[in-house]
């Protein structure tokens, strides 16, 4: 693979690299964020994006102007930034209640953006992220959809603020995910792409919040969208969202070839500063990829591997660093050489005079004192494969939890004196080295010199601990004949043998102690009959109707919804056409219904809704679809569309077309993926209402 010569077009410009602030918690001090900006700059990092989710004036008071006290930290961070030649971008995130229509709150908006502008800082970003989609009355009718109101917004922003060369957009669908149908057919992120101003650049998680890969097709296809190259907002290495989660991974499933193709790449990391040395270190060798790396022989037919950057170097070349960071003192009075040396040294210095009077020396016959092995690389390394990344397992951990699977697996053989018996003991005795090898790590670790990052880290080498200390407890039981150790088989155990609070209680009681297999289990259990309508159906099928349409007023904040044009049919108030009309049930009763029209012109007539005669044409059927949401499975809804469809064609329909909320993202999701439903632009439909056809 030869080496890219220019930027390509679409990521033109300086690359934007570095770290956003924009985790839920507690915020970063402003002594960590300046310690940051150092970091950045030694390892070629470039910018710094402002964005803590619970910092009071950044989302919650967006619009409360700074104090005194708090401009003067602002400004020192600010121009901070600036001496280590990182951009300090501003973000402000007001869509938690922003009225978009109203003149005073776009005034209020641009006074604090003016604000910080006056503080020394010349970049931007307006966050629209984890927000409400639904729009306030007002707001709907200045606007014709959220995503004209938060274009509007921003680009009267930008504008005001002299377009500066950095101001970037988060958008409320800022990942593939969240897109309906998909993320080129989404009409949000094609009003964004069309109505953004092209110097506002557009941020991007990937295919979902915390994305796995990130692969250049779908780079291509959100770039075509958006009508520019994104800035990733990675979430690789975000904690915020699990208590027992740490990221401590290199930066990885993301090949270098993206960056031509982007505009940047911020990295949002774990909440606890000092544990993201790693996070920020390899996200910089990742980005000099490019233009450091020379490429590496990379075996043939080996896909995964990137000819300019591997995860396991820069891992090994950001624990290196690490661990000269923790050996470093980080507090006056902070450890020192142990008095003995202390001693031995003070023979050759006989000039030394300041003795201190606490430095203890042992005398024959009492405790030596308290010697700590210095911390290893080893150690860093096992560290980072306990906590590796969102989507996988260190190699040691891995190991642990297959050599834990096995034991148990073959615990008839515990004592067996056979030839599996004595390969029982000895895989158990290798795993309880490996579980010592973790209390080791962690005793090295309390020692190490530097004290803000072990308070950092605490927390969660505690918990590992105490899970590997009750897997060893485990194996040693079955070890010995099944007779478990008292400690473990205690009547009135100490509360870190049962962890977890109300949370653990509930992993407990699940199915599956609550990994992601109880959701699908929750799937294959669930037993569905699905039948013809009758008469008699009625009824249930009004009451199914009116719990959904109750569970959406819900969602749009007790605003009255626009009919559908099905809601005749579902209120039982026309019939739906023969052969047409199934209801599911569970055990529970009733669940579900799928009805149709043939000819949907009566239901329209109903509602007195204007539907265009070319649709018509196209899709003279009409069919409604709703699910309680306790049925989980789709099966069973994907099974009674497929009968309706069936019988609306062989009763010699061309199409049928269904109408579905905006705010209904299940029902959306669900016609979106049996691929034969796809939007149908309709003029004059309601705002909140979208309709979807299938050709037949
Ligand atoms: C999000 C939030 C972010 C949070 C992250 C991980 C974006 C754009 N927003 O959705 O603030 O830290 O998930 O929980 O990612």
């Known amino acids: 693979m030869s080496k890219p010569k220019s930027q390509p077009p679409t990521g033109a410009g300086r690359f934007i690299c570095g770290v956003v602030e924009g985790f839920y918690g507690r915020p970063w001090t402003m002594e960590q964020r300046t310690e940051l900006f150092k970091r950045e700059q030694k390892w070629g990092l470039n910018a710094y994006l402002y964005a803590p989710k619970d910092d009071y004036k950044h989302r919650m008071y967006w619009r409360d102007l700074y104090s005194a006290e708090e401009a003067e930290q602002l400004i020192a961070l600010i121009s901070a930034a600036k001496q280590h030649n990182v951009d ?69 922003v930008y504008q005001h603020l002299g377009e500066p060369e950095t101001f970037l957009f988060c958008p409320t669908d800022y990942c593939a995910r969240f897109c309906t149908p998909t993320v080129s057919q989404s009409s949000y992120l094609n009003t964004v792409g069309q109505k953004l101003l092209p110097g506002i650049d557009i941020l991007w998680t990937g295919p979902k919040v915390v994305s796995h ?124 050489p142990p008095a003995r040396l202390k001693k031995e040294c003070s023979d050759e210095e006989p000039m030394q005079t300041d003795i201190d009077e606490s430095s203890y020396v042992t005398g024959p016959d009492e405790n030596p004192l308290y010697t700590a092995e210095p911390l290893t690389l080893d150690d860093l390394k096992l560290l980072s494969d306990l906590f590796y990344l969102p989507y996988e397992h260190g190699t040691t951990t891995i190991t642990m939890l297959q050599e834990l699977d096995w034991l148990k697996n073959h615990r008839q053989a515990t004592t067996a004196e056979t030839d599996q018996g004595a390969e029982w003991r000895l895989r158990a005795q290798q795993f309880d080295n490996m579980c010592e090898a973790v209390v080791q790590m962690f005793n090295r670790l309390s020692n190490a010199p530097n004290r803000s990052i072990l308070y950092d880290l605490y927390n969660y080498i505690c918990d590992i601990k105490s899970g590997v200390g009750l897997a060893q407890a485990y194996v040693k039981a079955l ?57 008699e159906d009625k009824t249930e099928v009004q009451k199914v109707f009116r719990e959904m349409q109750r569970a959406g007023d819900a969602k749009s904040s007790m605003m009255a919804q626009t009919p559908l044009i099905s809601d005749s049919l579902s209120a039982g108030e026309l019939l739906p056409s023969p052969q047409c009309a199934l209801v599911v049930e569970d055990d529970i009763g009733m669940c579900g219904y799928a009805l149709a029209l043939t000819d949907a012109k009566p239901a329209i007539a109903k509602i007195q809704r204007a539907v265009s005669e070319p649709v018509l044409k196209e899709f003279p059927s009409l069919v409604v679809l709703q699910m309680l949401p306790r049925v989980t499975d789709p099966s069973a809804a994907k099974c009674m569309i497929g009968r309706l469809l069936s019988s609306i064609r062989s009763s010699g329909s061309k199409g049928v077309f269904c109408e579905l909320r905006h705010s209904d993202r299940r029902m959306i999701n669900f016609f979106s993926k049996l691929g034969s439903f796809k939007p149908i632009q309709m003029d004059g439909l309601p705002q909140d209402i979208l309709t979807m056809g299938a050709s037949l």
């Open 479 to 535: 070890g010995s004949e099944g007779q478990a150790s008292t400690e473990v088989m205690e009547d009135d155990p100490e509360p870190w043998r049962f962890r977890g609070a109300l949370s653990g209680e509930f992993q407990r009681m699940l199915p599956g102690h609550g990994n992601r297999d109880l959701f699908r289990q929750a799937l294959m259990t669930a037993v569905y009959c699905i039948r013809p309508y009758c008469p």
């Open 88 to 156: 300090f971008i501003y973000a402000i995130s007001p869509g938690l209640d922003i009225t978009f229509s109203n003149p005073k709150e776009v005034a209020a908006l641009k006074r604090k953006l003016d604000q910080v502008k006056e503080f020394g800082c010349s970049s931007f970003s307006v966050l629209f992220d984890d927000v409400e989609r639904e729009m306030c009355a007002a707001d709907k009718r200045a606007f014709s959809s959220f995503a004209h109101a938060q274009v509007a917004i921003t680009n009267d």
């Open 213 to 336: 890969k990130i692969s250049v097709e779908s780079i291509e296809e959100v770039s075509a969208v958006l009508r520019r190259a994104p800035v990733i907002w990675d979430n690789i290495h975000a904690n915020d969202y699990d208590p027992q989660r740490l990221i401590l991974g290199p930066y990885k499933d993301r090949p270098t070839e993206l960056i031509p193709k982007l505009k940047g790449v911020l990295t949002n990391p774990n909440c606890e500063f000092y544990s993201n040395f790693v996070a920020i270190h390899t996200l910089a060798t990742w980005c000099k990829a490019l233009t450091d790396g020379e490429p590496r022989d990379v075996e043939m037919g080996d896909e995964e591997q990137d000819p300019y950057y591997s995860p396991q170097k820069a891992l090994m070349l950001a624990l290196t660093d690490w661990l000269e960071e923790f050996m470093s003192t980080d507090q006056p009075g902070g450890p020192r």
